[in-house]
T-cell receptor
Framework: DTAVSQTPKYLVTQMGNDKSIKCEQN?????MYWYKQDSKKFLKIMFS???????INETVPNRFSPKSPDKAHLNLHINSLELGDSAVYFC??????????????FGNGTRLTVT | KNEVEQSPQNLTAQEGEFITINCSYS?????LHWLQQHPGGGIVSLFM???GKKKHGRLIATINIQEKHSSLHITASHPRDSAVYIC??????????????FGKGTLLTVNP
């Protein structure tokens, strides 16, 4: 039973294309996230959604559009892909209750390579 | 300067050694996380703590809120502990409660 699942695991595409990464969690969490890990392994928040509402948009280009159809899903669509978008993208989820967060559960990551 | 600083960046140890990884942060936090990432692998949450000390098997995490400092200790290290260990903090105000700010990670290699 995978708690947070992302697809695809690998994505190779050419500059200018549009692609999507899907994320689903079966933990019943109300908050989901997208993180980007660059070539130096540094992780950075991109988006955070709580109960399908966008909470954090951390200066991400508007070519990146997250969509949360329900609390269990947070998909990431990327338009007009650029070389600099090559990275590993991690989805995660947690439960926020009374202002306090539970530990995060991460997906296995999607390695995006733009050529 | 990153809001979260880890040291050392790289650490090589012999099997059985006691290991300490340090994390200092400069912002107010509601919680601090220690994460583990094996090469080419996913990210696993080891600890989430806001005060004191937590222990799980051979791993111990401590935090000193006044000094804005946390340590991750591994006792009787083993080659399977080889991984990147990442410190991350969660803010304590408004939207910052909904994001983690990460350190750059410590690459630990434990040799047999």
């Amino acid at each position: 039973d995978t708690a947070v699942s992302q697809t695809p695991k690998y994505l190779v595409t050419q500059m200018g294309n549009d692609k999507s990464i899907k994320c689903e969690q079966n933990l019943g969490h109300d908050t989901m996230y997208w993180y980007k890990q660059d070539s130096k392994k540094f992780l950075k928040i991109m988006f955070s959604y709580n109960n399908k509402e966008l909470i954090i948009n951390e200066t991400v280009p508007n070519r990146f559009s997250p969509k949360s159809p329900d609390k269990a899903h947070l998909n990431l669509h990327i338009n007009s892909l650029e070389l600099g978008d090559s990275a590993v993208y991690f989805c995660a989820s947690s439960q926020v209750k009374g202002g306090k967060n539970s530990p995060l559960h991460f997906g296995n990551g999607t390695r995006l390579t733009v050529t | 300067k990153n809001e979260v600083e880890q040291s050392p960046q790289n650490l090589t140890a012999q099997e059985g050694e006691f290991i300490t990884i340090n994390c200092s942060y400069s912002v107010g936090i509601s919680a601090l996380h220690w994460l583990q990432q094996h090469p080419g692998g996913g990210i696993v949450s080891l600890f989430m703590l806001s005060s004191g000390k937590k222990k799980h098997g051979r791993l111990i995490a401590t935090i000193n809120i006044q000094e804005k400092h946390s340590s991750l200790h591994i006792t009787a290290s083993h080659p399977r502990d080889s991984a990147v260990y990442i410190c991350a903090v969660r803010g304590n105000s408004g939207g910052s409660n909904y994001k983690l700010t990460f350190g750059k990670g410590t690459l630990l290699t434990v040799n047999p």
